[in-house]
């Protein structure tokens, strides 16, 4: 950790730099503590608007100049809207990192937001609802996290055509000044950049950028909407959505939460893989993952097979979380394990995949954590920390989302209490 | 500069392609079977993608269920896929575990194809094609492919047809296997903080009592089809249209040329993005190249609700037209080549990309390229060869237009190039 520098710069910015010499390119991330959670109820779809018209024109520059000077030093850059930050990512040549940060600064700080191009923007993103409809599992996965998180943290960052229509060019640019400030970013950079430098670079292109007081780390309280749902739609197979809450990042039975995951779900001897697809041979895709927004923990059973099989599907996915706590054993449990240890020795011969684990780290739990202690974490976790975790985290409050041709027979759903 | 490329081929005909990375602390392994879905027939279209399913399933040292545990013991990033061209293995995992990897992949190449677990995975690729029918852009592509290639055996789907997947017995599976799957029609890959001659050492233990089979690709380039085709898909809310013009091989010296000037025109702050996408015409359109061993294409495409379809036509076409006539400017090439500089660089760093990378480069160059080599391509495209190349292959006349979505534009009843129209 002798290589890592995390600090606040008195501009207001939180920052980590994880020095890598010899390393040939430089990555660096700039999480702005604002995502879809921070919208006016009436102006859904705001957040991601804002990130999509952010460097299409500043006081200096037209959108297409900032496009070109990215281009001449040949940065790869961009952004994307979370439910609490919108993230700017940029991986370059270390010669052309304070260019890079530089131009970051520039359409950060001094966006025009000029009318013509918000009026395309607010067009394209109904386009893209409207798209949106053609992608069933994308369709399924925002179906999933309204239920799962409720009208706030499960907004979708297309927002509605009923909020796009509201939308002016004046939303964004006073949203824009109301949560893009110094005291609301976290950068996190990583390659072979002397930290001081990094620091002085940073002080000196965002002093004085709105308010340097620290805030954006409040978390949003989900609200978790247990009950089966189903949406029909003209597919060829029936999406499956099922999930309960868990914990959070920070929460010491967060490792245990991953190890379940990974018993679940890890690589192709997972029992969701195993018993669903190769031995029953119900499903192409099946999956199981976790979110954790901060202070909260969501579980995810995913599945999509043809209508006549879904209620097979169904239990299965069920029956296999339950069985865990029954017939666990040792080798399942180290196998998890070594997934997630050696995922993390894998991707820590990329940059880029450095400088994001340390600005999740620090988003998180606001400070950097080795290795050691994250595999130490995992190495602890016991069969019987797993039993436990099922028993004080049962899913008897699940939420169920089905799209495709029909939903689920009364028989499969009966299987399970629901609320 | 010493090559960090060690090649080795065994008795057998088994290549072995090694890159030594010394700053990595990871290593990627995988075997390029080159059989492909354009070394099937009609009736068995699918079965390179089916076997690759099947190789997962038993050998006469494991079931099933030991491979997947295997892999999963050392934590590795483990796949596999089918193109035209090739079936790829690989895995990528901790540098200590590297040639236990190997020997995990070296075992499934001798599957032994489980009768009893046959019906099951056909079920398994039956829901994976059900998948692929939800998808606009799958459906639209193999429609593009089946249009453009029409009676050649690009025309088919890789994951093949309900009704010969459905048929599909284990037998013709397993001479398909016999054939295709010998050592000297593999190549074995790996990358990482390795030592060559230890590489090969393993690979010499493994492989070398592997039989070869003397087979061949019997090949032939596509003549690709022009004119129009519609396919209506009442499902679908977005309609894609595509136009695909002949492009170079992967092995002509315009390759590099031709994808740079496929950036230019539908890469990112290219002229598609700023003129179509930023004039609110169609939020999604590019230019993408298809290179083969023996021919290319060049696809432009976009894909929008269908009342749009007309003018995101039409401005593809000016946008074509365009460049076709006129050119680019040296600014444009500049800027494409830097993002390229640092794409490499980017590439550079972990095992696993690198793997992929020579996975192409020996599928399509039958040689691993060095970073200096592909700079030095890169660095050779200028304005004239582009030039060069839109005279050679020009996408403002001919070409094939593709229309997949819940619309029948264009309406090509009885117009001459109108190929006809597709339901489902």
Known sequence: MSNIVHDTLPCGIEYGVMHLPGRHIVSFQIRMLSGVCLEPDDKLGLARLLSHTIDMGTEAHTGREIADAFDAIGASHGGGTGRETTTFSCTTLPDHFERSLELHAEFLRTPTFPTDVVDVHIDLQKQELVALEDDASSLADKLMGEKAYGSVLGRHALGNEASLAQITRTDIHDHWKSNFCAGRMLVTVAGPIEPKRVADLLQQSFEGFGSQERSGREPFKGDFAPGMYHQDKDLEQEQIGICWPGVDATHEAFATQQILLGVLSGGMSGRLFTEVREKQGLVYWVSAWQETPRNTGMLFMGASTMPDRCDQTYRTLLREVERIAEDLEQDELDRAVTGLAAHLDTRGDSTRARCGELANDIFFFGRPISHEEKIGKLEAVTIDSIRTYLNDYPRDRLCVVTLGPRALADEAVRTRRMD | ?424
């Open chain 2, 1 to 424: 500069m010493n090559s960090p490329y060690t090649q080795h081929t065994l008795p057998n005909g088994l290549r072995v392609v090694i890159e030594t990375m010394p700053d990595v602390r990871s290593a990627a392994a995988g075997f390029l079977v080159r059989t492909g879905a354009r070394d099937e027939t009609r009736d068995l279209a699918g079965v390179s993608h089916f076997l690759e399913h099947m190789m997962f399933k038993g050998t006469p040292n494991r079931t099933w269920r030991d491979i997947t545990i295997d892999f999963d013991r050392m934590g590795s990033t483990y796949n596999a896929f089918t193109s035209e061209d090739c079936t790829v293995y690989y895995g990528w995992v901790r540098q200590s575990d590297i040639e236990k990897q190997i020997a995990l992949l070296a075992d499934m190449m001798r599957s032994e194809i489980p009768e009893e677990e046959f019906g099951k995975e056909r079920k398994v690729i039956l829901e994976e094609i059900a998948m692929a029918k939800d998808s606009l852009e799958h459906l639209a592509f193999d429609f593009i492919q089946d249009k453009l290639f029409a009676g050649h055996p690009l025309a088919w789907p890789i994951l093949g047809y309900e009704d010969t997947v459905a048929d599909m017995s284990r037998d013709a599976l397993w001479q398909y296997f016999q054939r295709r799957y010998a050592p000297d029609n593999m190549i074995l890959i790996v990358a990482g903080n390795v030592d060559p001659n230890h590489i090969i050492d393993v690979a010499d233990k493994l492989c070398g009592g592997w039989a070869a089979s003397g087979t061949d690709s019997q090949r032939q380039p596509p003549t690709m089809k022009t004119g129009t085709d519609v396919f209506t898909l009442d499902r679908f809310n977005q309609q894609i249209i595509a136009l695909s013009f002949p492009s170079v091989s992967s092995r002509d010296e315009l390759c590099e040329t031709a994808g740079v000037a496929a950036s230019i025109l539908g890469g990112d702050n290219s002229r598609f993005f700023w003129n179509i996408v930023q004039e609110g015409i169609a939020p999604r359109v590019g230019a993408h190249c298809m290179d083969y061993t023996d021919f290319g294409v060049m696809i432009l495409y976009g894909s929008c609700q269908p009342e749009g379809i007309p003018a995101l036509y039409d401005a593809i076409k000016e946008q074509a037209d365009k460049i076709t006539r006129d050119g680019v400017k040296p600014e444009e090439v500049e800027r494409v080549k830097n993002k390229r500089r640092t794409g490499l660089a980017v590439e550079a760093e972990t095992p696993y990309h690198r793997l992929t990378q020579l996975m192409d480069d020996m599928e399509q160059y039958g040689e691993p390229r060095t970073v200096d080599q592909r700079l030095a391509e890169v660095d050779a495209v200028t304005v004239d060869s582009i030039a060069n190349y839109f005279e050679a292959y020009p996408i403002n006349i001919g070409g094939h237009l593709a229309s997949v979505g819940p619309s029948q534009w264009p309406n090509t009843e009885g117009e001459p190039g109108g190929n006809g129209v597709s339901t489902a």
